[in-house]
T-cell receptor
């Protein structure tokens, strides 16, 4: 298995521009998580999906961030408009459904390093 | 804000010395997981503890889950340069949520 795939790996953009981050979870995993990591705030959960439905997006700034999962193998995290404070590493992770006997290990992708100038 | 704190924030050790990081939650956790993140890398799952007072070992790593299920520790015996990285604990507040709360992390540096 290729693991969780994220693109792009690096993104440099100017303030005000739209940024779209992409994630392909491990095949068969029902859960998908989007995290943001910064030195100041550490690893924060932005939003997570179960079977393509948003389960919790309380960590996501709703005014500029949006997350979608149109199918089981693809998710996007969009920032519009981007701001310098959005500069961070964004990780996508996926896991099996623990309630049906799956392991609840979260498998992280390599991350997208975003710099907003 | 963060409600799962880890201490110390940083630790520098000489290769061969032992290392311990402590994880403390303000609320009871249904489980605790530990992840390791190498510099420039992504978090990688190490282990999960579920039972009160549980102790698990992986070679030189020993993991404990506190009796009250509010704290945990990771101990590394005889550190090696390959142990370098940041160690995170993470836990769920209840069985009914899939949301993991990550600790603040402990960055370990090992000098040869």
């Amino acid at each position: 298995d290729a693991g969780v795939i994220q693109s792009p790996r690096h993104e440099v953009t100017e303030m005000g521009q739209e940024v779209t981050l992409r994630c392909k979870p491990i095949s068969g995993h029902d859960y998908l998580f989007w995290y943001r990591q910064t030195m100041m705030q550490g690893l924060e959960l932005l939003v997570y999906f179960n079977n393509k439905a948003v389960m919790d997006d309380s960590g996501m700034p709703k005014d500029r961030f949006s997350a979608k999962m149109p199918n089981a193998s693809f998710s996007t995290l969009k920032i519009q408009p981007s701001e310098p404070r959005d500069s961070a590493v964004y990780f996508c992770a996926s896991s099996q459904d623990r309630t049906s006997g799956g392991r609840e290990t979260q498998y992280f992708g390599p991350g997208t390093r975003l710099l907003v100038l | 804000g963060q409600q799962v704190m880890q201490i110390p924030q940083y630790q520098h050790v000489q290769e061969g010395e032992d290392f311990t990081t402590y994880c403390n939650s303000s609320t009871t956790l249904s489980n605790i997981q530990w992840y390791k993140q190498r510099p420039g890398g992504h978090p990688v799952f190490l282990i999960q503890l579920v039972k009160s007072g549980e102790v698990k070992k992986q070679k030189r790593l020993t993991f404990q889950f506190g009796e009250a299920k509010k704290n945990s520790s990771l101990h590394i015996t005889a550190t090696q340069t390959t142990d370098v990285g940041t160690y995170f604990c993470a836990g769920r507040r209840s069985y009914n949520t899939d949301k993991l709360i990550f600790g603040t992390g402990t960055r370990l540096q090992v000098f040869p």
